[in-house]
């Protein structure tokens, strides 16, 4: 079958889902990823024909976006921080927003001379503290999480990449009684989480692909108290860091005056509030004093 043909069929059948520029993404992702075609080939080999178990491939994987599947889980990767992540349902897909996070910490300590003792709470794929293990020389990374399953994510990322971060499962809401995490009650320079943020009352806002295929372990808070994991993370952080080490967060973009005062309240100084690429509260950072 000419793949021209297959483009258009996907457009036909996904136009109503997604905007055209996404379903041509899709497209030139799964052919890449499959058959190592680049996005030109077509302009280039317009008769192009593929064979039947390449027609099988590139069919079963349109009948996964019909179902709003999200094409990260399909090809098994996402690309973050010049990095290629392995995911799957049991870990959030990284966000450019996240990214954002990540070069912000880059930006304030890429030059420093010390040896940096780092947390993730909450790591998920590990895709934070894998992509500070590797842009930040001789750095100590840590990274927990609760899920067993997210975690087997973490460390398969961790020996693709050739990191050297250090994982541990632990409930961030009672870290103080976890006899698992005793090597993490240690002092850090920097502390960084991604916590579940995302109220229930939000899910109107949310597609359907993150809803349905996203751990909801990752994603949701009760509604009457949408901050309890910043509570935890902040009271964690006030006895774990070292004096003037950073507290670094990804925030629900509705809640920054809320959480701001959370580090206000912990004693934290130098609070900044940060927007992300699309203009929403999306990260702040707290100095220990």
């Given at each position: 079958m000419l793949l021209r043909e297959i483009k258009n069929i996907y457009h036909s059948e996904l136009d109503a889902i997604y905007s055209k520029e996404e379903v041509n993404s899709f497209f030139y992702l799964l052919i890449e990823h499959y058959f190592d075609l680049e996005r030109f080939i077509l302009a280039i080999q317009p008769e192009l024909v593929i064979?039947?178990?390449?027609?099988?491939?590139?069919?079963?994987?349109?009948?996964?976006l019909k179902l709003e599947k999200p094409i990260q889980h399909i090809i098994?990767?996402?690309?973050?921080?010049?990095?290629?992540?392995?995911?799957?349902?049991?870990?959030?897909?990284?966000?450019?927003?996240?990214?954002?996070?990540?070069?912000w910490i880059l930006d304030d300590h890429k030059n420093t001379a010390k040896i940096l003792t780092i947390l993730d709470m909450g790591t998920g794929s590990g895709c934070i503290p894998i992509s500070l293990d590797k842009n930040l020389t001789d750095a100590?990374?840590?990274?927990?999480?609760?899920?067993?399953?997210?975690?087997?994510?973490a460390e398969e990322n961790n020996a693709l990449l050739n990191a050297g971060v250090k994982f541990y499962e632990a409930d961030i809401?009672?870290?103080?009684?976890?006899?698992?995490a005793k090597e993490l009650?240690?002092?850090?320079?920097?502390?960084?989480?991604?916590p579940p943020y995302v109220r229930e009352l939000e899910k109107a806002e949310m597609q359907n692909n993150v809803i349905d295929h996203e751990p909801s372990l990752a994603l949701f808070v009760p509604d009457e108290d949408p901050l309890k994991f910043y509570s935890a993370v902040v009271n964690f952080a006030a006895d774990h860091l070292n004096e003037n080490g950073c507290l670094y967060l990804e925030?629900?973009?509705?809640?920054?005056?809320?959480?701001?005062?959370?580090?206000?309240?912990?004693?934290?100084?130098?609070?900044?509030?940060?927007?992300?690429?699309?203009?929403n509260d999306r990260m702040i950072k707290g100095i220990r004093k």
């Open positions: 064979d039947k178990k390449q027609e099988t491939v590139i069919f079963q994987a349109l009948s996964e098994g990767t996402a690309y973050f921080m010049d990095l290629d992540f392995k995911v799957n349902e049991h870990v959030l897909i990284p966000r450019p927003e996240t990214e954002e996070l990540v070069r100590k990374v840590f990274g927990l999480d609760i899920s067993t399953d997210a975690l087997k994510v809401l009672s870290l103080d009684a976890e006899t698992s009650d240690k002092k850090f320079d920097i502390i960084i989480s991604n925030i629900n973009q509705y809640l920054g005056e809320e959480t701001k005062q959370l580090l206000e309240e912990s004693n934290f100084k130098t609070i900044e509030l940060r927007k992300d690429m699309f203009g």
